[in-house]
């Protein structure tokens, strides 16, 4: 019988998984590290992800450090808390969503620098000459800093700030879920992944884009200019801002996340100031904008 529906089930179109096993799976993965305890579940709940950066870099490790693990892996140490964050990870070492594809000289700004992960993605690129990292959460930006401490030999190349970039200056509202540190922003309940059961509302500190990126600017007249802007529905304001202030014409790539509102207001945005523009979607509300300057 129990064939039989299998059958008829695999007919339909189902596809049929023994858990079991995959429990198994991940529960001899998570041995194989040898940690002293996995707190708060943290790396059993991650497993497929760090399964991914495993493949990718076999040399991974992880320990068992402070509230969560020290996970070290291409000459490079990352203090991770949560499952979002080991997401986060295999986003930018293993599928690449910032990669440069150029070997030209960067000077990067990182706008939603989180926990510090893509800032020391950028550093790690020889032809990345600095990036300045700017992010609004204190609890965020400081696990940030320590991250980036983490790895001296980068450490000169990271100048953050603990600020968020947007159209004025401005102290926001935003929801503050420490397992979801990455959603934290001015989305508030559109976002999917806050939880408003489990989240506290926090003040962050918002300065006017156009007040601050024109004396970094001014600093690299002779780096080509690196925008990465992934912060949580604060990319629409801060694009307009920058083509508004015609700072746009000083920039030349643009990797954006965007959120909610979909991808044609800011491409619209990019193509007006001359940019090439690759789209994708994520997901149903969220996507990636690559744009380079023709």
Known sequence: MKKLIHSLLKSLGFKIVNTG??????????????????PNNLVYSSAADIISIKKYFPELTLKCHKDGVL????????????????????????????????????VVFDIGMNIG???LFFGLQKNVEKIYSFEPVVNTYKQAIYNVALNEN?????????IGLGA??????VLYNPQAKGNCGIRLESSLVIDKNNSKEIEINIQDVSTILPELFAKHTNYKKVLKIDCEGAEYEILQKLSDSSLLTQVDVLLIEWHDKGSEILENILLENNFRVVSRYLTSISGMIYAFKH
Do not use: G, P
């Open 168 to 173: 004025t200056t401005r102290v926001e509202r």
């Open 71 to 106: 996970a070290s892996f291409n000459s490079l140490k990352f203090y991770i808390e949560t499952t979002e964050e080991f997401f986060i990870l295999k986003e930018v070492f293993v599928e690449k969503d910032y990669n440069l594809l150029s070997n030209e000289s960067y």
């Open 21 to 38: 096993i995959k429990e198994k799976q991940y529960q001899n993965f998570v041995k194989s590290f040898e940690l002293e305890n996995d």
């Open 117 to 119: 992960i893509s800032s």
């Open 154 to 162: 980068l450490s000169t190349k990271i100048e953050a700030f603990n």
